[in-house]
């Protein structure tokens, strides 16, 4: 089936410094990726879409200077937080778009915890 | 925009219970309409999709355009099927960004 993984699960970072979050499709080849933020008990907020070879498209109110994404090959988008501060410290989730016979279908990634101190 | 609803954050059933989790939506366009589970400690995956019109773990969902509705059905819950349902909208023609709903936790009492 189809895999995807992120990475780190979890982080802890000093207010001030960058975290790098990985998604990889595993064992297919995803042109848009989708990244996601979820706080605890509320659902999943879109954040941006990544597609590969091309910038991001960010949602409305997500700033793309804070949250820089880098789809740089068929099978891993990167999401950059820089300069995190207490108040991004949520739940991060990547999903990749794939195509299959029943159509298309957004794999999800485990997540990522970021907490920022 | 687009905007999924699902009215409540929690419901508890006993097994062998009939469950109908229930989502509204409101778009303007012909959109796809999902239904994703997410189990305890495990990510999130796909359960349905309006377009298939299939069966998975015993789980229906109709699209009621009239109504906006796409509820998620099925006839006998079991404890297995405890778990957290997600309904999501994609607006189709071509954008295959998600809009979720906030999600119903769903409890089957043995």
């Known amino acids: 089936g189809a895999v995807v993984s992120q990475h780190p699960s979890w982080v802890i970072c000093k207010s001030g410094t960058s975290v790098k979050i990985e998604c990889r499709s595993l064992?297919?080849?995803?042109?848009?990726m989708f990244w996601y933020r979820q706080f605890p008990k509320q659902s999943l907020m879109l954040m941006a879409t990544?597609?590969?070879?091309?910038?991001?498209?960010?949602e409305q109110g997500v700033e793309k200077d804070k949250f820089l994404i880098n789809h740089a090959s068929l099978t891993l988008s990167t999401l950059t937080v820089t300069s995190a501060h207490p108040e991004d410290s949520s739940f991060y989730i990547c999903?990749?778009?794939?195509?299959?016979?029943?159509?298309?279908?957004?794999?999800f990634g485990p997540g990522t915890r970021l907490l920022v101190l | 925009a687009q905007r999924v609803t699902q009215p409540e954050k929690l419901l508890s059933v006993f097994k062998g219970a009939p469950v109908e989790l229930k989502c509204n939506y409101s778009?303007?366009?012909?959109?796809?309409l999902f239904w994703y589970v997410q189990y305890s400690r495990q990510r999130l995956q796909l359960l349905l999709r309006?377009?298939s019109r299939e069966s998975i773990k015993g789980f229906t969902a109709d699209l009621n355009k009239g109504e906006t509705s796409f509820h998620l059905k099925k006839p006998f819950a079991q404890e297995e099927d405890s778990a957290m349902y997600y309904c999501?909208?994609?607006?189709?023609?071509?954008?295959?960004?998600?809009?979720f709903g906030k999600g119903t936790k769903l409890s089957v009492i043995p």
């Open positions: 999501a909208l994609s607006p189709g023609a071509g954008s295959y960004q998600l809009t």
């Open positions: 990544s597609n590969e070879g091309s910038k991001a498209t960010y």
């Open positions: 064992d297919f080849q995803a042109t848009t």
């Open positions: 309006h377009i």
């Open positions: 778009y303007s366009g012909s959109p796809e």
């Open positions: 999903s990749a778009r794939r195509l299959a016979g029943g159509g298309e279908t957004q794999y």
